[in-house]
């Protein structure tokens, strides 16, 4: 069965750091684009980053740009999300996404693109 398992999530001041982890298993990972989304109260869900099968390809929402990263080690199915500079905005829940129907790779922040939800991790991000 496919598995994203999202975890590092946790509470910290702003200006703080946190590193989220998405575990994947149960399918081909390396056929996979990967996406982080994230949903706070209230709000809709924004496409945050995402990754292409390779790696070598990046994209970030403006409201992260600069601060956060993206990465995948394919060898260990897992991809990750490095927040630097974390600011009470940034407070939600950060949702690890798979998806294999990715047409042109400047869509990737698209939810239409991903077919596998991770069950998302709380970020709280202190003033």
């Known amino acids: 069965q496919l598995q994203l398992v999202e975890s590092g999530g946790g509470l910290v001041h702003a200006g703080g750091s946190l590193k989220l982890s998405c575990a994947a298993s149960?399918?081909?990972?390396?056929?996979?684009?990967i996406g982080w989304f994230r949903q706070a109260p209230g709000k809709e869900r924004e496409g945050v980053s995402c990754?292409?099968?390779?790696?070598?390809?990046?994209k970030y929402a403006d409201s992260v740009k600069g601060r956060f990263t993206i990465s995948r080690d394919n060898a260990k199915n897992t991809v990750y999300l490095q927040m630097n500079s974390l600011k009470p905005e940034d407070t939600a829940v950060y949702y690890c996404?798979?998806?294999?129907?990715?047409?042109?790779?400047?869509?990737?922040?698209?939810?239409?693109?991903?077919?596998?939800w991770g069950r998302g991790t709380q970020v709280t991000v202190s003033s």
């Open positions: 149960g399918f081909t990972f390396n056929y996979f684009t």
């Open positions: 996404v798979a998806g294999t129907g990715l047409q042109l790779f400047s869509l990737c922040l698209s939810s239409s693109v991903y077919n596998y």
């Open positions: 990754i292409s099968t390779s790696g070598s390809s990046t």
